[in-house]
Structure formats: C-alpha cells, structure tokens
C-alpha cells in the first residue's frame, strides 16, 4: 500500500495579503481527515504583517505601505514584489509532525534551495528563520488549529529591501536583511520552481 502523503501545489501569482489571509483561515476550519494538503505560493504587493505578539514599538515608519494585523505567531516583517511567500496548508497529524518538526522542515527547505545557488545559509536556535552571514533571508510564521497548520516561509529572492528599514524587522532591533540576488543572479520563477522540489523532498510529499 503507498502511503506516500499528496499535496496540491498552487502558484497564486500576485496577491493581496489580506484576501490570501481571509482564504487560508477558510480553508482550514472547512478542512477534515480527507482534506488534501495544499501548499500556495504567491507574491504579495507591499505589506507590513503584525504578529499576534507584534509590539507597535517595531514599526518605526511604515508611510504609504498597508500593516495588516495577522494571527500568525512573531512580530512585524514585509512582503512584497520579489520575495517568495509559501503558505503551507497541513495536517500535521497525518504527517505526524510536531511544530518543532514542522519550522525545522520549513527552515531546512529554504536553506537547501539557496545551497543549489551556492549560498550558505544557517538557521538561529534563538530566532526563528534562515540567515546569511547574521542577515535574515528567509523568515517564517505559522498558526496551527485543530492539528492543522496555515501561514508559511517567505524568501527574499530578488526584491526592493528599503521597506525593512521601516520596521525592526521580526522585532529584532538592528537586524540586517538581505536576499539571493546579493550573491548571485537569479531569476524568482527559477527559485519557485527549486523551492517547490526541496519541499517536496523534505515533507515526503507527491504532488
């Protein structure tokens, strides 16, 4: 018998926050024990996000870019044009995944797909996410709901990074952030695509 999990991968293109947001939550309370698990990547137009423990004291000067507050755990990060947001719709007891396992699997997922562009990045036992050098690339959230996760990772690819400036980013104060194309050139559909096979790999998943 295959056991092999499935999961439905859907590339959103470009979206709003908040309406992906009104979906994911959606589709979690109407899932059960048959539900395919889904992953979605998207880019979003420019957002601020405020964690469920965000602090309005990380938000320095967002001018003319939206804050959305979200229910995802941490603090305040951005979105935008450039950077690759996965959101993972799983049931982690049919994956027999705790939410240690699952961030070790997200985090481990956005450092192999920079190693196939020879960029060496590490995960932080004291801060959540994927960092090259002491910069943040890669940043996860996550909520989880009746054994049922939704949010995800995003991965700076090749983006505008000023709007980090306005905000500390994750509530870390002074953090530098930076993206793939600071080390190598890339284009984002190339990146999707790699970041969607490690995926894959790592969660044990067929699409």
């Known amino acids: 018998m295959n056991t092999t999990p499935t999961v439905i991968v859907r590339d959103l293109g470009r979206t709003e926050y908040a309406d992906i947001l009104l979906q994911m939550r959606a589709f979690t309370d109407q899932r059960d024990p048959d539900t395919v698990d889904e992953i979605w990547l998207t880019e979003h137009e420019p957002v601020f996000t405020q964690g469920q423990a965000g602090k309005q004291e990380h938000l320095l000067a967002p001018g003319n870019i939206p804050v959305v507050q979200t ?71 996550l909520r989880v709901r009746r054994g049922c996760c939704y949010h995800g990772l995003s991965l700076n690819v090749d983006m505008d990074l000023e709007p980090y400036s306005r905000i500390n980013p994750c509530g870390i104060f002074g953090l530098e952030v930076t993206q793939i194309s600071n080390f190598v050139a890339v284009e984002i559909e190339h990146t999707r695509q790699q970041l969607i096979r490690v995926a894959l790999d790592q969660f044990g998943f067929k699409a």
Not at 108 to 120: E, F, L, N
Request: no cysteine; charged share 20%; proline share 3%.
């Open 71 to 141: 229910d995802r755990g941490g603090q305040v990060t951005y979105h935008g044009p450039g950077q690759i947001t996965g959101y993972m719709l799983f049931d982690l007891r049919r994956l027999r995944l705790t939410v240690r396992g699952l961030v070790t699997k997200i985090e481990r997922t956005m450092i192999d797909t920079m190693a196939g562009y020879g960029v060496s990045a590490q995960s932080r036992a004291d801060a959540p996410g994927v960092y090259v050098a002491g910069a943040k690339i890669g940043s996860l959230g």
